[in-house]
């Protein structure tokens, strides 16, 4: 019978700058009496990696720009998040109804560069995205394999809104260990014809598929998921950036 | 231990007009000894429901619109095809590089208002959505409960891209039984800081989770889910046209 089964990885504390996020799982999973096996997916949310990280800001001192102090003036923001947001910014896709759609460094197409003031400790800071999420994922799959022996897939997501569509999913944003992108493509399908488009974004799957337990006001940041047969791959044969769609062929960049 | 598992549903026959698609889930789920409860939701993918409602047309005797022939000759497309794309389409929101992004008379803003020609069991057909997915959702889960006992939520997906990312994902396109928004909007977050803007697409989540499991060449058209728990409504109560985004919100359209 195949079946993928998503786990809360419950205890953790609550991540400060420094922490080494692999060895607070593989305890956590650990204290569970849930030992992680090669093949398995750890899902671990952005927010605790950005914390980790020191990808905190201070709001106090942030010089707002004058597009920051206009947007902020007209959609009754704070300016100085917003200039956080721009400073992330590489490309404004939309900027109206008070959204900020930008293309950030990296090239995520995302509502203000990901830059976000939820689940942090003390008011007035927001947090960024991690720099290299890929990087941070690859750590956290070496360490837990330090530890525990076992060679995990490490999946860092985040909550991205889409167009058309109400409500908030998780994604993908930084990968270790497997391959983002099943490309089914060439392959017949049950009639014998051959599937031309087919390539399934299963980083995204397992993020969607984890968000339900990563609740955003309970303190659920990491999930282990067992039973999914995903493709292995070693850091820095793929990575999230294959799931950015080329500007070129992207009909709403 | 909070989690949820997703289970292939396997043994279901290849489903022709006329089927009773929740009778045969029920029978398939009691051959592989997995008894539903109340609270499991069993996603099925919009293929299986086109089919066994009847939404299979013929290519042949399909009269491609001038429309239709300059498109598919611009970009090497059957023009019957396209036909039928015009046909369950209500506003062209992007028609650019071989692609149709649509709107469809229920909403959906989607490639080829979800016209697919994949894992159809004869050549030179080609399947519509179901006219009326919630609808079709709301007969499963009674049919299943008449069988079974259980009420179970019901999810119909189908497979979509999306603008900026690279890949297809599940996402739900009708429901029964189950909210598909998580609504967490006045929730204190881990800082005591009220959450403004969380709105979470737990349908889409359950949709992209089961995706995992419905490979599009090997024949899984269904998935148990079971451990999470939903806000369980009634057929009538909400539908999958919650998922839309109004238009005048959308940045895209």
New interface residues.
């Given amino acids: ?8 990885i ?1 205890g953790l504390p ?1 991540i400060r700058q420094g922490d080494n996020l692999g060895r607070l799982i593989a305890g956590a999973l650990e204290n ?1 009496g ?1 030992r992680p096996v090669t093949g398995d997916v750890v899902v671990v949310c952005q927010k605790v990696v950005s914390k980790a990280e020191g990808r905190i800001r201070r709001l106090e001192g942030v010089e707002p720009c004058a597009l920051a102090r206009s947007f902020a003036a007209r959609w009754d923001k704070d300016p100085r998040v917003v200039e956080l947001v721009l400073n992330e910014t590489v490309r404004i896709v ?1 900027m ?2 008070g ?1 900020l ?1 930008v293309e950030t460094g990296p090239g ?2 995302c509502a203000n560069a990901g830059v976000d ?7 007035g800071h927001a947090a960024l995205l991690p720099l290299a999420p890929d990087r941070s994922a690859a750590q956290m799959r070496a360490e837990i394999h330090r530890l525990t022996g076992a060679l995990v897939g490490v999946v860092i997501t985040d ?1 991205f809104g ?10 993908c944003l930084g990968i270790a260990g497997l391959e ?2 099943l490309d ?1 493509r060439g ?5 014998g ?1 051959e ?1 031309h488009h ?5 980083a ?6 984890a ?3 990563m ?3 309970d ?2 940041p990491a999930v282990l998921v067992r039973g ?1 047969a995903y493709k292995a791959r070693e850091p820095g044969e793929t990575g999230a950036k ?4 080329d500007a070129k ?5």
């Avoid at 019978?1 to 809360?8: E, G, R």
């Avoid at 995204?204 to 598929?209: K, R, V």
Wanted: cysteine-free; overall charge negative; charged content about 20%.
């Fill in positions: 019978m195949a079946s993928i089964t998503f786990t809360a419950e609550l569970m849930l939309r109206d109804q959204l759609i995520w197409v003031e939820s689940n942090l400790l003390a008011e909550t889409r167009p058309w569509r109400v409500g908030l999913t998780e994604v983002p992108l089914l392959l017949k399908d049950l009639g014809r599937l087919t390539v399934v974004a299963v995204d799957e397992l993020a969607g598929g968000g339900l337990l609740g955003k006001a303190g659920i999914y294959a799931l950015i769609r062929a992207d009909l709403f960049r």
